[in-house]
């Protein structure tokens, strides 16, 4: 349900939720407050918020943090925040579709940041792929997902929610489910429900020699879940039959192993591996 405060601020300003920008904004101001407790959000805290929408939750962080910078790609929401966020002069609001922002000119002047975010669901993977791969400030990243995601996000190896983007990400980050959050808080209601992550951020956490061959490892590990991870190794890398069977058999001890089964930490193995014979 939406608040009669922020909704009589929309419909002043004419504004129409874009389903195409997955625009569903939270109100709930307990829930907000949770967002911002469950990030750890501190006085002295830089955040960076990707998708302002009314405000609502930029507020919640604004009244905690030292700074926030939000992103907002819709330039129609901009007189709604501006009223939202006009007793909050630590907020810089940036219209700019944050996909194509310049991360090492975003973080130049910044110490450690923190991440706080209502994600749009079409838009979740791309979002944190950018700030794990690319960001060199960010300590942690606490966002609101699709439940499904979520616990893509935290599943372990050999489930079927354990896929490329949970192993991508292991590289750097560990992620936690923190808070399940019904579908009803939000407005417009989506067609799903909703969860609370943290994803805290460590270089360096699973040693490997090259970044890049590990996500092509990993991509060639979820090409086809019904083949052996060595026959998708062998189309993948061009590799004859025995090398890859070998290098499977070695790291996990079967050489028909399926790549699901594969940890992180088997991942990072095996790409250091294919380094040295490539």
């Known amino acids: 349900m939406m608040d009669n405060e922020i909704y009589a601020l929309l419909k002043v300003h004419g504004f129409t939720f874009k389903k ?28 960076l918020e990707i998708g302002c929408g009314a405000g609502t939750l930029t507020r919640a962080i604004a009244a905690k ?18 009223t939202t966020l006009m007793p909050y002069p630590n907020v810089q609001v940036i219209y700019q579709d944050f996909l194509k922002a310049d991360m090492p000119a975003l973080e130049k002047g910044l110490d450690s940041y923190k991440v ?20 060199a400030k960010c300590s942690s990243i ?5 439940n499904e995601m979520a616990d ?29 959050v019904p ?16 994803i805290s951020i460590q270089d360096g956490r699973i040693p490997v020699q090259d970044k890049e061959m590990y996500k092509r490892a990993v991509r060639a590990a979820f090409l086809s879940r019904r083949k052996t991870y060595a026959n998708n190794l062998m189309s993948v890398f ?13 790291i996990s001890g079967n050489a028909k192993a399926r790549g699901e089964t594969f940890t992180p930490e088997m991942f990072a193995q095996l790409a250091d591996r294919l380094s040295a014979i490539l």
């Open 142 to 146: 606490t966002v609101m997902v699709q």
């Open 152 to 180: 893509r996000l935290c599943a372990s190896a050999g489930t079927a929610e354990y896929g490329a983007i949970t192993a991508n990400i292991a590289l750097r980050a560990t992620v936690e489910k923190m808070r399940f």
């Open 116 to 135: 706080v975010a209502n994600l749009p669901y079409y838009l979740t993977t791309p979002l944190i792929c950018k700030v794990v791969e690319e960001s």
């Open 20 to 47: 195409r920008l997955g625009q569903n904004f939270i109100t709930d101001r307990n829930l907000l407050d949770s967002i911002v407790s469950l990030a750890g959000v501190a006085e002295e805290d830089t955040v």
């Open 238 to 250: 061009s590799l004859p039959r025995d090398t890859a069977e070998t290098i499977v058999c070695d």
């Open 183 to 198: 579908r009803t808080v939000f407005y417009p209601m989506p067609d799903v429900d909703s969860a609370v992550i943290t």
């Open 65 to 82: 943090a030292k700074k926030v910078i939000t992103y907002e790609v819709d330039r129609s929401l901009e007189p709604v925040i501006r």
